[in-house]
């Protein structure tokens, strides 16, 4: 059982540059969402679809952008790279329902230079 | 806003019992509660719905007062595997899919 797979699991990278995280989840859920997770912090919520078709920002939003490619795919895109978004991103589903719970998937390790 | 979550850390020996607390300024809907492991994916223990009973995962319980916007973890008998950080998130009155707040996290050690 998959559940919710991202890729890459590792990354480095260069302040300016871009790259594109990718999730996919199996469990044909309706809602996906991206967080990130620093030192002390806890999850903080960047962005979210609640259902096809739609995305929102959540409440780290700034120097991201997401795109709901389908029901299964939820990609997170950093335009231009800064030290702080340097970053665990973690990547999670749900039915969407308020009484079910959210999957995660294992987490891209992030670090801008 | 993020809600609060009490104790920071804690060690405990294998056995002893604990109590982590989840406050809120914000009326909820639900409050998720979560376990992770160093290097690992949060796993989802339990959901405590408005309105709805006290929960149970294993030796793990949970209770939510919906009018002091608290919700509390109980960990009876610790055992190794209970180690981690554990997380409470969110969901207002609203409802639906729009995302949980988590707080900080509580570590929570258990020594042999």
């Known amino acids: 059982n998959a559940g919710v797979t991202q890729t890459p699991k590792f990354q480095v990278l260069k302040t300016g540059q871009s790259m594109t995280l990718q999730c996919a989840q199996d469990?044909?859920?309706?809602?996906m969402y991206w967080y990130r997770q620093d030192p002390g912090m806890g999850l903080r919520l960047i962005y979210y679809?609640?259902?096809?078709?739609?995305?929102d920002k959540g409440e780290v939003p700034n120097g991201y952008n997401v795109s709901r490619l389908n029901k299964r795919e939820f990609s997170l895109r950093l335009e231009s790279a800064a030290p702080s978004q340097t970053s665990v991103y973690f990547c999670?589903?749900?039915?969407?329902?308020?009484?079910?719970?959210?999957?995660f998937g294992d987490g891209t390790r992030l670090s801008i230079l | 806003q993020q809600p609060v979550q009490s104790p920071q850390a804690v060690i405990l020996r294998e056995g002893e019992d604990a109590v982590i607390n989840c406050s809120s300024s914000?009326?909820?809907?639900?409050v998720h509660w979560y376990r992770q492991k160093h290097g690992e994916a949060p796993v989802f223990l339990m959901i405590?719905?408005?309105?709805?009973e006290q929960m149970r995962h294993e030796k793990i319980s949970a209770s939510f007062n919906e009018k002091k916007q608290q919700s509390s973890l109980y960990l009876t008998a610790s055992q190794l595997s209970y180690s981690g950080t554990y997380f409470c998130?969110?969901?207002?009155?609203?409802?639906?899919?729009?995302?949980?707040?988590f707080g900080k996290g509580t570590h929570l050690i258990i020594q042999p």
């Open positions: 914000k009326a909820l809907y639900s």
């Open positions: 469990m044909n859920h309706n809602s």
């Open positions: 405590l719905l408005k309105g709805g």
């Open positions: 679809s609640a259902s096809e078709g739609t995305t």
């Open positions: 999670a589903s749900s039915s969407g329902r308020g009484n079910q719970p959210q999957h």
């Open positions: 998130g969110t969901e207002g009155l609203g409802g639906g899919a729009d995302g949980l707040t």
